[in-house]
């Protein structure tokens, strides 16, 4: 066996580890391994396909980001070209794609990647591809799989800013107003909101209004808390309007989420008139090593995927279907994106805890 792999979209905690299983595994096997660099943008590129061994993966479970490289825009149906007169076009390089997977003699390709890059790896699949997808996101929006990798960290991280905000707020009386990733999910703003005890958490799920928060905040006051800790997933929505988005296009082409927690922010200012300060976690979410249990997660996707390829069950990805891995066909894994159910016990839990979703 010949096998490659590939890391697509947004990095997140936990790459590394993936790679590291999967060149292990499969070289026990007496297989060998490719990596392809930047997505599928490795395949045109020269020294774009790297040979894999145990020397290449040693050291790298602990660290962030990927030694393969990725993108969030190397989709090969939809592929930029830059013509002689400058102007970029976009062209359908997907059955080169498949047409230098022969050529390399690759037997399957492992392709690590949330629903952007799965979504991707269906497609390809097919067109004949042996695709076998390991389910990759910080935003843990992918329905098929109980979590990804990547989450836990994103939130650990979070969660350690949002505790240093604690002291600040309070030092000044203020309203420290912080926006987290996740996309239209609000697990990331969720989980760490509610772990580092946030007064008020404002997912897309929950469409919020403002007063409710002021309300919230107020009563702090009253109580003689006089500071105020807001969650804002970058994906809020307020009661009858719509997510916050930025000018400029996304890296896939879509609206580029942006400003929900600025918005929050100026509107509590206004309704309160208690200093308040907005800021932006953004990629820090995204970075740094993967705590424990990404690592492990990251290393169970990586052999179970050589286990899909060894039994030839391709077309499908890995998910954690605690305690076990399960084989979920790719086209049913992009199908849904997994947001918090609102009646979550974790939401009654942090409701019972007095926190303001603003409804
Ligand atoms: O999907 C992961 C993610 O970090 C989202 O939480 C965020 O909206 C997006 O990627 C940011 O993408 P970019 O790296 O293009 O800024």
């Given at each position: 066996m010949r096998i490659a792999i590939n890391t697509g979209g947004g990095d997140a905690p936990g790459l590394n580890a993936v790679v590291r299983a999967v060149v292990l595994a499969a070289e026990r096997r007496g297989w060998e391994v490719v990596g392809i660099r930047q997505g599928y943008d490795g395949l045109f590129m020269e020294g774009g396909v790297v040979p894999l061994d145990g020397a290449s993966v040693s050291g790298i479970t602990h660290r962030g980001g990927t030694i393969l490289g990725s993108t969030n825009r190397g989709n090969p149906f939809r592929f930029p070209v830059e013509g002689a007169d400058g102007a970029v076009k976009v062209?359908?390089?997907?059955?080169e794609v498949v047409g230098r997977m022969e050529a390399l003699g690759i037997d399957c390709l492992i392709a690590?990647?949330?629903?952007?890059?799965?979504?991707?790896?269906a497609e390809l699949a097919g067109k004949g591809l042996k695709v076998v997808g390991v389910p990759k996101t910080i935003d843990n929006d992918l329905d098929a799989t109980a979590v990804t990798f990547g989450f836990h960290t994103a939130v650990q991280t979070a969660t350690d800013a949002i505790d240093k905000l604690h002291s600040t707020a309070e030092s000044h009386r203020r309203v420290m107003v912080v926006e987290l990733m996740g996309r239209h999910a609000g697990w990331i703003a969720l989980f760490a909101g509610?772990?580092?005890?946030?007064?008020?958490?404002?997912?897309?799920?929950?469409?919020?209004?403002?007063?409710?928060?002021?309300a919230k905040i107020e009563s702090r006051w009253a109580k003689g808390r006089e500071f105020a800790i807001v969650v804002v997933a970058e994906g809020a929505v307020p009661q009858g309007g719509e997510a916050s988005y930025l000018d400029e296009l996304g890296a896939g082409g879509g609206r580029r989420l942006g400003g929900a927690g600025k918005r929050v922010a100026r509107g509590l200012e206004a309704?309160?008139?208690k200093e308040t300060r907005s800021l932006v976690l953004g990629h820090l979410q995204r970075g740094g090593r993967p705590i424990a249990y990404d690592r492990i997660l990251s290393l169970r996707f990586g052999a179970a995927a050589v286990e899909f390829a060894e039994r030839g069950q391709f077309k499908h990805i890995v998910a954690l279907d605690p305690p076990y891995m399960r084989a979920v066909p790719l086209a049913e894994a992009v199908r849904k994106l997994k947001t918090v159910p609102t009646d979550w016990d974790m939401v009654r839990a942090a409701r019972a805890m007095g926190v303001s979703f603003g409804d």
């Open positions: 062209v359908d390089r997907s059955s690590v990647g949330g629903d952007g890059s799965l979504r991707i790896a509610f772990a580092a005890t946030a007064d008020a958490i404002l997912i897309p799920e929950i469409p919020y209004e403002l007063a409710k928060v002021a309704l309160t008139g």
